[in-house]
């Protein structure tokens, strides 16, 4: 066999290798970039259910848009459980992804991570209205989306 044939396949077979090579490094980014990704969308796939309680539990979902309900009635002298959730991942730059539910007169404040859920069970006793509200993301407590009122009924 003539040195030059050989010399010439010798660099075709170089080229096939690298060829490979690459494309190898190729697929490993995509599988890398689509585990990252997911890694990402998990949490706001799946969420965990709230965990079960007793006695009147009153449910309150928080995101950046606001709370899913802007007034809430119980009555006076009744346990009541606030179960807040945040529905934000711990990406949102205001405020990482938590939620706040205060009343201040009440003494009340409940602070939910990221895609979690937190509770706090109080009796209120003196009837009355009374301001909700979260401090942490969208302008703190001023900001009207992040406000509202729990009426205390005698
Ligand atoms: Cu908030």
């Not at 050989?6 to 490993?28: C, D, I, P, Q």
């Not at 900001?143 to 009426?151: D, E, V």
């Amino acid at each position: 066999m003539p040195l030059t044939q050989s010399k010439r396949e010798l660099r075709k077979r170089t080229r096939l290798r690298k060829k490979r090579l690459r494309s190898v490094v190729f697929v490993g980014i995509v599988i890398v970039v689509i585990g990252l990704a997911g890694l990402f969308l998990k949490p706001a796939i799946f969420r965990p259910a709230p965990p079960p309680m007793a006695g009147n539990v009153i449910d309150i979902a928080a995101d950046m848009a606001g709370f899913s309900q802007y007034e809430i009635r119980v009555k006076a002298g009744e346990p009541v459980t606030i179960r807040l959730e945040s529905l934000d991942n711990r990406y949102h730059i205001d405020g990482g992804g938590k939620h706040q539910w205060a009343v201040d007169e009440l003494g009340v404040d409940v602070i939910a991570q990221p895609l979690s859920f937190n509770y706090a069970t109080f009796t209120p006793e003196t009837p009355g209205t009374y301001m909700f509200y979260c401090d942490i993301c969208c302008g703190g407590r001023l900001n009207p989306s992040m406000q509202g009122t729990l009426i205390v009924e005698a």
